[in-house]
């Protein structure tokens, strides 16, 4: 790669982690712990999502930001849960960068919010380079992409906290294979936590929310970005 393109990489990754690092320092000010998911398009954020705002719906504040490049769909099927939901479009972006959520949360109250999820655009490769200040990053996976798929993107499963296997209800219909999942994520990050869940029957789910309940009350996971992440 030419000296000049790496160094205009280098310098829009450096900015990007200097305004990662004040949204973390905010987060951290207000008490809202900030969760987010990164995945392919379609393995199911957004069910995920729906699903565990509709469960923590009384019990906790949440609230989410919703990247897509067009349309507010995804924020609009997440408002349904009354949570406060607001939608980021990228035009020809491909992940969501620290200063499209910095902008997105102007005018919020984030002292209001207990956990702030995330949901970056769904792509395997360039929301893991950009730290948007999270405490926690998870990276979805559904049984219908196949077993191999941290191979042949290990850089989102190496800036990843947690991986979530979605659709769960579907792996005998598809002849998922644990085993290989699992295999293939130990390859690129051995140990990696895993948990399977199930927007459409609730399957792991309260797994899922006990994850994210240990992220409050001090049990937050170590503030810093991930292995793999970019880092300044
Ligand atoms: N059977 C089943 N289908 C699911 C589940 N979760 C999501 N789906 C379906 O998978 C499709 C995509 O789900 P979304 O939640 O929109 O996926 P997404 O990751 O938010 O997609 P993008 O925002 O476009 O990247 C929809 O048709 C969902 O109904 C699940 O647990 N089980
Ligand atoms: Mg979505």
């Given at each position: 790669m030419p000296a000049r393109i790496v160094e205009v990489r280098e310098g829009v990754l450096k900015k990007n982690d200097l305004l990662a690092r004040g949204l973390r320092e905010r987060f951290g000010a207000a008490g809202v712990a900030v969760v987010d998911l990164v995945s392919?398009?379609?393995?199911?954020k957004t069910a995920l999502l729906e699903r565990t705002l509709s469960e923590l719906s009384g019990r906790l504040r949440a609230g989410a930001l919703v990247g897509d490049l067009a349309t507010d769909n995804d924020a609009r099927r997440l408002a349904v849960s009354g949570a406060p939901v607001r939608q980021i479009t990228?035009?020809?972006?491909?992940h969501l960068d620290a200063e499209m959520v910095a902008r997105a949360l102007?005018?919020?109250?984030?002292?209001?919010?207990d956990l702030l999820f995330v949901e970056n655009?769904?792509?395997?490769?360039?929301?893991?380079?950009?730290?948007?200040?999270?405490?926690l990053r998870a990276v979805l996976f559904s049984?219908?992409?196949?077993?191999?798929k941290p191979l042949k993107y290990p850089t989102i499963y190496n800036s990843a906290d947690l991986a979530v296997l979605t659709k769960v209800d579907l792996a005998e219909a598809v002849g998922f294979d644990r085993a290989a999942a699992r295999e293939a994520v130990d390859r690129v990050r051995p140990g990696l936590e895993i948990l399977e869940t199930s927007?459409?029957?609730?399957?792991?789910i309260d797994a899922w929310l006990d994850r994210l309940m240990g992220l409050l009350a001090g049990g937050r996971d170590e503030e810093r970005p991930a292995a793999g992440r970019a880092s300044a």
């Open positions: 392919s398009p379609g393995s199911g990228t035009g020809t972006v491909c102007e005018g919020w109250d984030l002292a209001s919010l655009v769904g792509n395997l490769v360039c929301p893991s380079s950009y730290d948007l200040g999270e405490s049984v219908t992409e196949g077993e191999d927007a459409r029957t609730g399957e792991g």
